[in-house]
């Protein structure tokens, strides 16, 4: 499955990059399954430890001193006790560890991350890897909490379908706990259920979004959607981080993944038709962030961080070229002009015209 591919990848540079530095790092996978499918030998769990045992083995001596901690959470014991064989079979390097916790990653997940706060204990390093069953058991509060330590990140399989469906059922109040528990507040009550479907699951995923950005540090949230063999939505994966480097590299997962057509660019408009991702075509989005950051004179960080967290694009150059040659990108230079490109650590700030 593609989605598995882009975990596989991304960890594979998430353990490069932070294990040079870091003694410790920690995934976790909050409903793991069972480790294999009878259509398929790829799992999450799997994927995350072949990654790790790919970036030891690469980079050698440099990640000798790190400590690959997996946490693998799964409800079903039947699940959890495959999934234990499925791992148990593998040969893997000393310093990975792991545990398959029998539970719901709410009990599971959210009951450590308590204790580390009662103990006032800062969380190492953590990629989050959260593919629930449905829209529901994924309480807003628990993500937070991975997310307000430094250096944690999440990929969450966000099932905005579900979540519209649990706005316009008929037996609303009975799902007024878990809107509470997915949002971490009362927030979900400004949607309106009477909207079409495709209309509903945009403003679901607007407004998980704008959740994601009120967690303190939390710069850096992208959406990308994933479509059936129809064309049609079938959920969204959401990543959130405190670092721009961990969206970076993100997209650069997904993008050597989707050579397919299977995953389309969701921004935050209602109703905004899927975009697929055409990483040679900046013109749609150029004028997006023209008519976001124009007319005002602003640091290159800030296109930076629009081109994150509002395009399908790692950085906004691509952009700024095609503004560049309609004559509406001035620069400020740090001493003489680039000859070519816009190279961040030249430029004092930009200024687009629109």
């Given at each position: 499955m593609a989605k598995i591919e882009i975990v596989r990848?991304?960890?594979?540079?998430?353990?490069?990059i932070l294990?040079?530095?870091?003694?410790r790092l920690v995934y976790i996978d909050g409903f793991a399954g069972p480790g294999k499918y009878t259509n398929s030998d790829q799992s999450s769990p799997t994927a995350a430890m072949i990654a790790s045992k790919a970036a030891i083995e690469h980079a050698g001596f440099k990640l000798n001193g790190t400590e690959f901690s997996f946490l693998f959470v799964e409800k079903k014991p039947e699940f959890a006790a495959n999934l234990r064989e499925v791992i148990s079979s593998g040969s893997w390097p000393p310093q990975i560890q792991w545990e398959v916790e029998e539970g719901t990653f709410e009990e599971k997940v959210g009951g450590i991350l308590n204790e580390m706060k009662n103990q006032r204990q800062a969380l190492a390093p953590t990629f989050a890897f959260i593919?629930?069953?449905g829209a529901t058991g994924v309480p807003f509060q628990v993500i937070s909490e991975i997310l307000s330590h430094r250096r944690c990140e999440v990929l969450l399989n966000l099932d905005s379908d579900g979540i519209g469906r649990l706005l316009s059922a008929q037996e609303f109040e009975k799902n007024q706990a878990n809107l509470k528990s997915l949002f971490g507040d009362e927030s979900w009550?400004?949607?309106?259920?009477?909207?079409?479907?495709?209309?509903?699951?945009?403003a679901v995923l607007a407004l998980y979004k704008r959740r994601l950005r009120t967690i303190p540090n939390v710069k850096y949230v992208f959406a990308f959607a994933m479509n059936s063999s129809e064309g049609q939505l079938n959920y969204h994966l959401v990543f959130a981080s405190q670092h721009p480097l961990?969206?970076?590299?993100?997209k650069e997962a997904m993008k050597a993944v989707d050579q397919t057509g299977s995953y389309s660019f969701s921004d935050d408009s209602v109703g905004q038709e899927l975009?697929?991702?055409?990483?040679?075509?900046?013109a749609v989005f150029a004028k997006k962030m023209q008519g976001a950051l124009g007319e005002a004179w602003r640091p290159y960080a800030e296109y930076r961080d629009y081109a994150l967290n509002e395009t399908p694009f790692a950085?906004?150059?691509r952009m700024l070229e095609h503004l560049k040659a309609q004559g509406k990108v001035h620069v400020n230079w740090i001493g003489p002009a680039a000859k070519r490109g816009f190279p961040e650590e030249k430029i004092r700030s930009i200024l687009v015209q629109k």
């Amino acid at each position: 499955m593609a989605k598995i591919e882009i975990v596989r990848r991304y960890l594979y540079l998430w353990f490069t990059i932070l294990g040079k530095d870091n003694k410790r790092l920690v995934y976790i996978d909050g409903f793991a399954g069972p480790g294999k499918y009878t259509n398929s030998d790829q799992s999450s769990p799997t994927a995350a430890m072949i990654a790790s045992k790919a970036a030891i083995e690469h980079a050698g001596f440099k990640l000798n001193g790190t400590e690959f901690s997996f946490l693998f959470v799964e409800k079903k014991p039947e699940f959890a006790a495959n999934l234990r064989e499925v791992i148990s079979s593998g040969s893997w390097p000393p310093q990975i560890q792991w545990e398959v916790e029998e539970g719901t990653f709410e009990e599971k997940v959210g009951g450590i991350l308590n204790e580390m706060k009662n103990q006032r204990q800062a969380l190492a390093p953590t990629f989050a890897f959260i593919d629930p069953f449905g829209a529901t058991g994924v309480p807003f509060q628990v993500i937070s909490e991975i997310l307000s330590h430094r250096r944690c990140e999440v990929l969450l399989n966000l099932d905005s379908d579900g979540i519209g469906r649990l706005l316009s059922a008929q037996e609303f109040e009975k799902n007024q706990a878990n809107l509470k528990s997915l949002f971490g507040d009362e927030s979900w009550m400004e949607l309106n259920p009477r909207l079409a479907m495709a209309r509903l699951s945009a403003a679901v995923l607007a407004l998980y979004k704008r959740r994601l950005r009120t967690i303190p540090n939390v710069k850096y949230v992208f959406a990308f959607a994933m479509n059936s063999s129809e064309g049609q939505l079938n959920y969204h994966l959401v990543f959130a981080s405190q670092h721009p480097l961990g969206l970076e590299k993100m997209k650069e997962a997904m993008k050597a993944v989707d050579q397919t057509g299977s995953y389309s660019f969701s921004d935050d408009s209602v109703g905004q038709e899927l975009l697929p991702f055409d990483f040679d075509s900046p013109a749609v989005f150029a004028k997006k962030m023209q008519g976001a950051l124009g007319e005002a004179w602003r640091p290159y960080a800030e296109y930076r961080d629009y081109a994150l967290n509002e395009t399908p694009f790692a950085n906004p150059k691509r952009m700024l070229e095609h503004l560049k040659a309609q004559g509406k990108v001035h620069v400020n230079w740090i001493g003489p002009a680039a000859k070519r490109g816009f190279p961040e650590e030249k430029i004092r700030s930009i200024l687009v015209q629109k």
